[in-house]
C-alpha cells in the first residue's frame, strides 16, 4: 500500500498481511430496469496457499442466479495509478468493463462505457467515502464509494442473450481488508423518478485492536447536492427490522433521512464472502427492492425529497441474520408464554 491507495482509495492497494481481500462491485442495469446485475472482480489471499486466488462473481438479480468463478491468484492484474484491473481477458475500471469470459456455466463477452460521473466529495484530509479511517492501519474492513451515479454505453452477450445496456445506469463500490465485518446491513438505489438521485447506505459492527465499534456511512446525491451521514461527521442512526426489512432513520445538524425498504425474502440471493481463510456463502443480498426515502429539513420541517428508488440493491452480512432471527424466536416465545398463562381474575 503507498500514499497514492490511500488518497485514491479506489486504486488496488496490494496485499497488507497474509490474510488479504480486495474486491469491487459493478451494478449495472439496463434502461427499462428489466435486466439488474452485479459483477464482482477481486483477489483473496489466504495463509493456506491452497485457498488463494482471483474471482469474478456474476449476480443476476431478476433470474436470482449466481456463479463464482475462480482463477489462479496471478491472473489478477491492477494498474498502479488508475483505477483499472484485469482478470484473466476480462477487465473492470472507472471508464467501463470489457468482458471475455468463458467457462462451462457462463459466458459474457461485450463491452460497456461508463460517463457522467457522479462521486463522493472527498478532500485530502478525508478521502473517499470513509474520510480519514483510510488513514488508519489494521482495520478488519475497509470500504469505498467508487461512484454514486453513471450512464451506461454498450452491450453485454450474456449466456447468448444480447442484452443493450445503453441508457442505463450503474454505481460501483469496493471493500478491502482481511475479512467482512462482524455484521453489516447496505442499501443502495439510483433509480428515482423525480430527480436524478443516488443513495448509498452502509453500516457495519466492525472489530479494531482489541474492542468494536458500530460505524456507518451514508450519502445522498439530489440534483447535485450531497447530505452526507456518516460516523465522522457526528450523525446518529436508529434502526429497526420486520422481516427481511428495514427502518433507518439518520439525523445530523441540519437534516435527518428515513429510509424504508421493502423486500420479498424469496429475492435475496446468497454470495461468497471472505471469513477466515476462505471465502465462503456469507452475504445475503437482493436487487429487486424498494427503498422509500425522505429528506426533511429539522429547523423548518420542511420535505425536501420525498421518493421510491427501485432496484435497490438491500444486503445483511456476517452475525446480522442469526441474531436477528433468534431476537425473533425469542419474542415469539414469550408470545407463546403470554398466550397460554391464565387470565387474571377480576
Known amino acids: 500500500m503507498n500514499l497514492k491507495s490511500l488518497r485514491n482509495p479506489d486504486l488496488y492497494h496490494g496485499r ?41 462473481q456474476v449476480v443476476d438479480g431478476i433470474e436470482r442466479s449466481y456463479r463464482y468463478e475462480r482463477f489462479p491468484e496471478s491472473r489478477f492484474h491492477a494498474e498502479s495509478d488508475v483505477f483499472s484491473l484485469t482478470i484473466e481477458d476480462n477487465r473492470f475500471g472507472r471508464e467501463g468493463v470489457s468482458f471475455n469470459l468463458k467457462r462451462p456455466r457462463v459466458v459474457i463477452t461485450g463491452d460497456l462505457s461508463f460517463k457522467n460521473h457522479l462521486d463522493w466529495p472527498d478532500n485530502f484530509l478525508n478521502p473517499g467515502s470513509m474520510g480519514f479511517y483510510n488513514y488508519i492501519p489494521r482495520m478488519q474492513c475497509y470500504a469505498q464509494v467508487c461512484a454514486m451515479d453513471f450512464d451506461l454505453e454498450g452491450s453485454l452477450n450474456i449466456n447468448s442473450r444480447e442484452i443493450d445496456f445503453s441508457g442505463g445506469k450503474g454505481y460501483i463500490e469496493k471493500n478491502w481488508g482481511s475479512a467482512f465485518p462482524f455484521s453489516w ?162
Not at 439488474?36 to 485457498?51: D, H, K, R
Not at 465522522?232 to 427481511?244: A, D, L, P, W, Y
Open 16 to 56: 497488507m498481511g497474509r490474510q488479504y481481500f480486495e474486491g469491487w462491485y459493478f451494478k449495472l442495469i439496463d434502461k427499462k430496469m428489466e435486466n439488474v446485475f452485479a459483477f464482482i472482480p477481486g483477489v483473496f489471499f489466504s495463509p493456506e496457499p491452497v485457498y488463494s486466488h482471483a474471482f469474478i
Open 185 to 346: 446491513i447496505w442499501i443502495q438505489s439510483n433509480h428515482f423518478q423525480k430527480a436524478r438521485a443516488s443513495l448509498s447506505v452502509s453500516l457495519g459492527h466492525i472489530p479494531f485492536l482489541f474492542t468494536s465499534f458500530r460505524g456507518f456511512l451514508a450519502g445522498l446525491y439530489v440534483e447535485g447536492t450531497f447530505y452526507e451521514f456518516t460516523s465522522m461527521n457526528r450523525s446518529r442512526v436508529e434502526v429497526s427490522q420486520k422481516g427481511t426489512d428495514l427502518t433507518m432513520r439518520l439525523f445530523n445538524r441540519r437534516y435527518n433521512l428515513t429510509l424504508e425498504t421493502e423486500t420479498k425474502s424469496w429475492d435475496f440471493i446468497l454470495l461468497n464472502g471472505p471469513r477466515g481463510k476462505q471465502m465462503i456463502p456469507l452475504v445475503h443480498e437482493n436487487l429487486q427492492g424498494l427503498v422509500h426515502l425522505e429528506l426533511k429539513n429539522n429547523a423548518s420541517g420542511e420535505i425536501i425529497f420525498e421518493d421510491t428508488g427501485r432496484c435497490t440493491g438491500v444486503e445483511y452480512g456476517g452475525r446480522q441474520m442469526v441474531v436477528l432471527d433468534r431476537l425473533a424466536e425469542e419474542q415469539s416465545e414469550k408470545k407463546k408464554e403470554y398466550q397460554a398463562s391464565p387470565s387474571p381474575g377480576i
